[in-house]
């Protein structure tokens, strides 16, 4: 115990021989200090909130996206862009021209019909419209009227061997008012057939399912090459229609014979059309009082029954009706 009292007093009389220093801080001020220290220590520091940060990515991720690769597409391939475009609007094109191609081609066709053009229809069986010089035949010659305009039609009724009990009612019976058009109680029989100058035309009312060829009166100083000219124009609000084609260019010669040479490329067309179109000029030329017909530059040798080869005779008779009773 002693030697530890020595200690202590050994101790203060060192601390008493120290320098003295004065320190001139504040208490307050100190006491703030002391204080601070502790506290940031047990304080942990702050850290940042890093969950957002992927959100952000992702957003500006799909921006970018959005804004380059669309430019980038149509930068690397336009010309193929506009290229199917241009296609896709000729294919609808097509279609639409197709379908307004089909549609007019049924108007044409229903107005052919109805309004009596000379061009039958397909399915129907080609017809002359003459009665041919051949064999030795019994034949009533007559005219009728038709149910519209101021048209008379002339007929050929070629009646059989034996003709008793053929009398105007059997005839009549024959006369097919609904499908042809015409007024059977109108039929006047003619001691001969029409002779005068006269055209061709193509009469058929509408509706009617086949036509007649009527004449039309001419001027006595009418030229056949004229009169054969005429024949290209119709004569609509009768319901009276060309028997040739306006396409089909010709040139006449009258020295010998009638002859006709066609002067451009087109062909006689072997169909109704064409058969109708000699008829009309055959009997245009029997009005005028030639015997026979020549064809040159035809393109084709046959039309129907006609050899345009070589020359051939004018009917005996126009619209021809057999009566088989």
């Known amino acids: 115990m002693k ?7 050994h101790l203060q009389d060192l601390l008493k021989q120290l320098p003295y220093i004065s320190d001139t801080t504040d208490k307050d001020e100190l006491l703030a200090r002391i204080s601070q220290k502790p506290a940031e220590k047990d ?22 996206i959005l804004v380059i690769v669309p430019f980038a597409l149509y930068s690397s391939s336009p010309t193929e862009e506009k290229s199917s475009y241009n296609e896709a609007s000729d294919q609808a094109t097509s279609v639409e021209s197709g379908q307004h191609g ?3 081609g049924m ?15 397909s399915d129907k069986p080609l017809e002359s419209h003459v009665l041919q010089n051949k064999g030795e035949k019994s034949i009533m010659y007559g005219t009728i009227q038709a149910t519209i305009g101021n048209n008379v039609i002339p007929l050929a009724l070629v009646l059989p061997e034996t003709q008793e009990g053929i009398g105007l009612d059997v005839i009549k019976d024959y006369l097919q008012e609904q499908k042809w058009g015409i007024d059977a109680e ?3 029989t003619a001691a001969q057939p029409v002779t005068d100058k006269a055209s061709y035309y193509l009469f058929r009312a ?17 030229s056949i090459a004229a009169a054969l000219n005429e024949m290209k124009q119709n004569r609509e609000a009768s319901h009276v229609y060309r028997t040739i084609p306006t396409e089909i260019q010709f040139s006449v010669s009258t020295e010998n014979q009638l002859e ?28 005028f009082g030639y015997a026979y017909v020549t064809f040159h530059n035809t393109k084709v040798n046959q039309i129907g029954d006609y050899d345009l080869s070589k020359p051939i005779k004018v009917p005996k008779a126009v619209n021809p009706i057999t009566i088989d009773r």
Do not use: C, Y
């Open 3 to 9: 030697s530890s009292k020595k200690d202590d007093q």
């Open 43 to 64: 304080s942990p520091k702050r850290k940042r909130n890093t969950r957002h940060i992927p959100v952000f990515v992702s957003l500006l991720t799909t921006i970018i």
């Open 102 to 104: 089909d549609e007019s």
């Open 107 to 121: 108007v044409a066709e229903e107005f052919a019909t109805e309004q009596g053009s000379p061009k039958t229809l």
């Open 186 to 188: 109108t039929f006047q």
């Open 206 to 222: 509408p509706g009617a399912d086949r036509g007649f060829l009527i004449p039309i009166d001419l001027n006595t100083q009418t």
């Open 260 to 287: 006709i040479t066609l002067s451009n490329n087109a062909a006689l067309p072997n169909t109704q059309e064409g058969i109708t179109m000699i008829d009309a000029i055959l009997m245009t030329a029997k009005s």
